[in-house]
């Protein structure tokens, strides 16, 4: 129940040629305290509820509890939701051993796209892409529950 991962700006939509899958993700937040976070999250046809806990000191692991729940259900709690809807499409790009997970943000985020891969330790090596940029794990703004009241054309 513990998530590693790192996080990285995307310098160019290159990613685009290399992804195996594709989804549309609407998301909204019931508490976005920096302490735990509550998310529910609207993934093509599946939804989850998704809790999230602090941060460790590098930035790179947290607790994180995920349950698959009811769509219908989930679209009813999103109306419950602080404000700020996070609309993205999530593109799964393999590289060697390693899965990125790359984030085009829509709406108020537009503009934005981040790339995360998940790892079984802190000090696990990967292959960077070349369309890799900027690392940003730990920097809270660009945090999805932060997107959400700070979005980046606000910026």
């Not at 696990?124 to 529950?145: A, C, R």
């Amino acid at each position: 129940m513990v998530e590693i991962e790192r996080k990285f700006l995307v310098k160019n939509e290159d990613f685009k040629a290399e992804f195996y899958q594709k989804n549309r993700i609407t998301q909204g937040f019931l508490n976005t305290d920096p302490l735990r976070t509550v998310r529910i999250r609207i993934k093509d046809e599946t939804a989850f509820l998704t809790v999230k806990g602090k941060n460790n000191e590098a930035g790179l692991s947290r607790f994180e509890w995920e349950k698959e729940i009811d769509k219908t259900e989930a679209e009813a709690l999103l109306k419950l939701c602080e404000p700020g809807m996070i609309d993205k499409a999530r593109f799964l790009v393999k590289s060697a051993s390693h899965i990125f997970e790359v984030d085009e943000f829509y709406g108020e985020n537009e503009g934005l796209i981040v790339a995360e891969v998940e790892l079984a330790s802190e000090t696990e090596n990967f292959e960077k892409p070349k369309w890799l940029g900027q690392e940003v794990t730990g920097d809270p703004k660009y945090y999805n529950s932060q997107l959400s009241k700070n979005p980046y054309k606000s910026w």
